[in-house]
């Protein structure tokens, strides 16, 4: 029996396709970036079809390159950018408009409206969410509203009589990889689409109405360890079978064997994501923080606070492609190095808005506090650092919600960010908490691919599996109160003059 795992792992500016052995280890690994899309100002998409060939090429690369093919891959676990929409058509498969991506603030107007009437709490009552442009269900409305097609129908109409399917990035790929056999998602996708009642564990028609969204276009909703098909042997030479999907946060909040309630992890990607598990338990937040799914295995929901901020590596991205001060992400950390220390410059990354705990869908970038002694190396210093302000804010959130002072955190931490020691260390200092860095840094490829491999009986449980968690390094911090006091009041300044409300 082959006991090799793929996981498909698609995220906002790349996707990724890693096959692991039945230790855990990483065999290989194939990566391709993906077009991002600006139609206007605060609007963001990809192209489905891009998504889709990017992963079925990685995928097929990193088989390859581990010296296997089709018929050695016991399993396919797949985890994905989330809240991420993409509608097409039921026979022929072709989508009717570019992906929405989560990161777009287009139905900003729409979310307030529903605020004005009041229904934000019904919302968040139900799904653990906030009205915010961020998530699938205005979205869908926005394209069921907006979109004509070729034959002059709208999509609409479309939708209305079957013909149309909604899904999130998972969803897409499942149906394509299965040839359309499976119109499925998982718990944790669903329950970012404002559309999933989270404590029922069902798609609630309440919900759908007010964001006039046809059920017809849903998909079905399962475990995230669950029979989800096959792949088509026309795409991998043999056919596979998919028994695992979670979103990207909940994937690596499984590859952190963050299994126990009060465990937390954060993940530097595009964006940062922090999540607490909670157990059981839906704690609905005060600060303005989102409740969740962590997971849901074996028919068992395990609840999450999650915090969300837009801007990570995106912002580096920014430092890369739009200003042109970086060749590459690994020249920050010396950058960062070599900056004025006297200097405080801040850059608050609100490029499409303010995330957790701010929500503020009309904020904008801010770089201030510049002289004319500034360089490039004090602007790529103050992008390290808001990614960092920005984590603290939502463990200080969270710490709230809790009743927590937080002198005890520890947090786990993983994504492209965490590899660079110098962000790592100022993390610790701002947070004066230790910061633990696995061995492993591919958590979110690994939960997919636990979840996969488990359910295909490869790999161990829950228990088990969090054995093998292995730290790399744990930051401390050295940075001493006073400065860290004043740091943080200079950030919330800056963050003051540019949130719109």
């Known amino acids: 029996m082959p006991n090799y795992i793929l996981a498909i792992d698609q995220g906002t500016t790349s996707s990724r396709a890693i096959v692991f052995d039945e230790n855990y280890t990483v065999c290989a690994v194939a990566q391709q970036e993906i077009e991002q899309i600006f139609p206007q100002s605060g609007w963001v998409e990809h192209k489905p079809n891009e998504i889709l060939n990017s992963c079925i090429e990685t995928a097929r690369d990193a088989i390859k390159n581990a010296g296997l093919n089709g018929k050695d891959i016991s399993a396919i676990g797949i985890t994905n950018q989330r809240e991420t929409t993409i509608i097409w058509d039921k026979i022929t498969g072709k989508p009717v408009h570019n992906a929405i991506v989560w990161q777009d603030r287009r139905t900003a107007d729409f979310c307030n409206s ?3 009437a009041g229904h934000e709490k019904l919302f968040s009552d139900k799904t653990g969410l906030l009205l915010d442009p961020y998530f699938s269900g205005t979205k869908i409305n926005w394209i069921l509203d907006n979109v004509v097609l070729e034959n002059g129908e709208r999509a609409r109409a479309k939708a209305e009589k079957g013909e149309l399917l909604f899904g999130t990035v ?13 119109h499925a998602t998982d718990a944790t996708n669903a329950s970012r689409t404002l559309l999933f009642n989270i404590k029922t ?3 609630d028609d309440e919900l759908l109405a007010l964001l006039n969204v046809p059920k017809e276009i849903l998909p079905e ?3 995230c360890a669950a029979d989800f098909g096959e792949a088509d042997a026309s795409w991998f030479g043999s056919p596979i079978p998919i028994y695992g999907i979670a979103g990207d946060q909940q994937a690596a909040t499984l590859g952190q064997a963050c299994f126990e309630a009060g465990m937390m992890k954060s993940t530097y990607g595009t964006g940062c994501f922090a999540m607490l598990n909670t157990g059981d338990t839906f704690v609905p937040s005060s600060n303005r923080l989102l409740t969740t799914i962590a997971y849901r295995l074996n028919g068992k929901v395990t609840y999450a606070l999650e915090g969300s901020i837009f801007m990570a590596g995106a912002s580096v991205q920014w430092l890369r492609d739009g200003l042109g001060i970086i060749e590459k992400a690994e020249q920050c950390d010396d950058m960062a190095r070599e900056s004025d220390p006297e200097q405080s410059v801040y850059l608050v990354p609100a490029f499409t808005g303010m995330g957790a705990p701010y929500w503020d869908a009309e904020a904008r970038g801010l770089l201030c506090g510049l002289t004319r002694s500034s360089t490039p190396k004090e602007i790529v210093r103050a992008t390290l650092e808001a990614v960092c302000y920005q984590t603290a804010d939502l463990l200080q959130a969270m ?3 809790m009743s927590d002072t937080g002198s005890e955190t520890v ?9 660079s020691d110098w962000t790592m260390q100022f993390l610790s200092n701002i947070l004066d908490a230790p910061v633990d860095r696995p061995t492993v840094l591919e958590t979110t490829a690994l939960g997919a691919a636990w979840l996969a491999g ?19 390094q744990q930051f401390t911090s050295k940075m001493d109160n006073e400065k860290r006091q004043e740091k943080m009041a200079g950030w919330l300044d800056a963050v003051s003059r540019t949130l719109n409300s």
């Open 114 to 116: 529903l605020k004005d």
């Open 170 to 182: 998972d969803s897409w790929l499942l149906w394509n990889l299965t040839k359309g056999q499976t």
């Open 201 to 203: 564990q069902q798609w």
């Open 221 to 223: 909703v399962l475990d």
């Open 399 to 401: 710490n709230d919600d």
């Open 411 to 419: 947090l786990r931490v993983d994504g492209g960010m965490a590899s």
């Open 454 to 472: 488990q359910y295909a009986g490869v790999w161990d449980n829950a228990e088990d599996f969090a054995k093998s968690w292995k730290l790399d």
